[in-house]
């Protein structure tokens, strides 16, 4: 059997790694464009701004390392022009010599991976764009040889943010500018805790704005909103598009999003091609449906599974929950599952809860708070999507959802949970085990949450009560707002109106959550605002959010 692997990064690779684990006897022949197989593109905005990472620390394998560990032929520099699957051959142009020739296949696998989306104007003078160690090596050059002082990122994606991190650690003044009202896909409300902290890093994020023209030079960039900015240079991160488009003649189908759609065995619609990586469709391990989440954690899993598949194993692809973590100077933003609009699009009846907790023992110096926002289903129970923001311990916590949200957890479960504790790594009880008593109340329980945003909605039906101590109400509090201290509360309590919905809170729920109870055990209908004042705050963009 001769499988014939066209791309040789994360996801081609590992295709090739287990099928000759699995196999001695297959053929296997890869074509790749470009000199670097196996690199590590998510290293690359590191290797820009780190003068300590070198070029070898990003591509630590070339093609002979490759070819003599799995006894198989590695054609870099060559880029398969189309193919034939009636005949079940390809054509191959060298990119080296210009010479183009045909190869044939029992087996096809397609890894191509993906571009980056290119902004379009009449010139691309200084406008970079990060994808290989190539796009890399130009952009770390041209940084050493002019050294630029001002910068405009487009997108605020993750790869956006590394790179902000990364230019201003080379002294470069930043800008980011960003077609959407808050990061990346962040949910706004949390989305705000970021922007407010990269503003105090000197970042400048210009919201709710495109790019209208770019002069000759590239240095001035002209918005639509009217804004002209002067920079030395630009890096457009705003997205990707699958390498598919050598197979227009193919009749292979596509999903959506223009990525090769593949079935859980990573066959695509044609006779014994199959499709891994960036350039394939997925599906949510939640819902079902077809989704394009191009990471290099679902290449490297999509490619092993096909290895497998095409010699005698029976892994099957399992889907995904998007499950992704990035750092931008020393805030870490995590997700896993569904985001609120998602949710609510799949219609989903949900509870939102936002929860507030230090990584580790407050009392120690590298305690840091972290915002959990935590979705469900109210209807199952179960848990749909988190999203972490934070310092430290970020990610260990969405690993321990992502893996909640794998297994079917239902929110009562993830209270009984037995987590790691000692002070240097945790609370006695985690946050995780936190958003799991938050939401069981709010579902099974007795202690209804109300988001910001539903308040907001719904003002007039409640009276609000803050439990704050009188100078944190008088420095700023929620509009018509009742200032009743938690400790006053039970002698207070009696010149309340037991007819009216009361939303209680305090700056980040917990003793919101105290005065809440109180309020039930004495016959109010008592709900606790979700993350208390602080996350209330966040609404209007307030000046006053000023860490977590
Ligand atoms: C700056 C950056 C940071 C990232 N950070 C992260 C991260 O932190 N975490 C994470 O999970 N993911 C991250 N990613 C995404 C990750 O790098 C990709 O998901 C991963 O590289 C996809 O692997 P792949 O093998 O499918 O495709 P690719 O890496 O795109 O490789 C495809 C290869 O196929 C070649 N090719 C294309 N067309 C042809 C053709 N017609 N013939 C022959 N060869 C062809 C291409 O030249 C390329 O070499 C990052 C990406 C970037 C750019």
């Not at 077609?179 to 000197?202: F, H, M, W």
């Amino acid at each position: 059997m001769k499988i014939i692997v066209i791309g040789a990064v994360a996801a081609g690779t590992s295709v090739i790694a287990k099928a000759r684990r699995n196999s001695e006897s297959a053929e296997i022949v890869a074509y790749t464009s470009g000199g670097d197989i196996s690199y590590s593109g998510c290293g690359i905005p590191y290797y820009i701004g780190e003068d300590y990472i070198k070029r070898g620390n990003l591509t630590p394998r070339d093609a002979k390392w490759f070819e003599s560990r799995f006894n198989m032929k590695l054609n870099i520099n060559h880029k398969v022009l189309s193919v034939n699957p009636n005949l079940k051959t390809i054509e191959v142009l060298n990119e080296i010599t210009g010479e183009t020739f045909e190869d044939s296949y029992d087996k096809l696998v397609i890894a191509t991976g993906a571009r980056p989306r290119k902004i379009d104007f009449n010139n691309n003078n200084n406008i970079f764009y990060i994808r290989d160690v190539e796009t890399g090596d130009v952009l770390k050059k041209f940084i050493h040889e002019t050294s630029p002082k001002k910068a405009l990122i487009v997108g605020s994606g993750y790869i956006g943010l590394e790179m902000v991190e990364n230019l201003v650690q080379k002294g470069i003044e930043v800008t980011v500018i960003e077609t959407n009202s808050s990061i990346g896909r962040i949910d706004p409300e949390i989305s705000i805790y970021l922007e407010k902290y990269l503003a105090k890093k000197g970042v400048k994020i210009i919201f709710n704005d495109r790019i209208k023209n770019i002069s000759e030079d590239g240095k001035s960039i002209y918005t639509e909103n009217g804004n002209t900015l002067e920079v030395d240079f630009t890096v457009a991160a705003i997205g990707v598009i699958p390498n598919v488009d050598f197979l227009k003649t193919s009749g292979i189908e596509l999903g959506k999003s223009g990525a090769i759609k593949v079935n859980k065995y990573l066959e695509t619609n044609l006779q014994d091609v199959y499709a891994v990586g960036d350039c394939a469709t997925t599906y949510s391990l939640l819902t079902g449906d077809e989704t394009y989440v191009p990471l290099g954690s679902t290449a490297n899993k999509m490619g092993r599974i096909l290895g497998d598949r095409l010699t005698g194993g029976n892994l099957e692809f399992k889907g995904i929950l998007g499950t992704s973590i990035f750092k931008v100077f020393d805030m870490a933003f995590a997700s896993t599952g569904l985001d609120e609009k998602e949710a609510l699009e799949k219609g989903y009846s949900i509870e939102i809860i936002h929860n507030i907790k230090p990584n580790q023992t407050e009392y120690l110096e590298t305690s840091r708070e972290m915002i959990i926002k935590a979705i469900a289903d109210r209807k199952t129970g179960k848990l749909l999507g988190v999203q972490i923001l934070g310092e430290n311990g970020v990610d260990k916590r969405i690993d321990v959802f992502a893996t909640l949200l794998t297994f079917g957890a239902t929110v009562d479960q993830l209270f009984h949970l037995d987590l790691a504790y000692a002070p240097p790594f945790s609370t006695t009880k985690d946050p995780v085990n936190y958003t799991g008593m938050i939401l069981n109340n709010a579902i099974n329980g007795k202690n209804k949450i109300i988001t910001p945003k539903e308040l907001k909605e719904k003002r007039d039906e409640f009276l609000v009560i803050d439990v704050r101590s009188k100078s944190q109400y008088e420095t700023a509090h929620i509009e018509n707002a009742i200032n009743i201290p938690l400790e006053t509360l039970r002698e207070k309590v009696k010149e309340l109106d037991k007819s009216k919905k009361i939303a209680v809170h305090c700056n980040k729920g917990v003793t919101g959550n105290m005065g809440q109870n109180i309020l039930l055990n004495l016959g109010f209908n008592a709900y606790n605002i979700s993350g208390g004042y602080l996350n209330y705050s966040t609404l209007n963009n307030s000046s006053k959010v000023s860490k977590i």
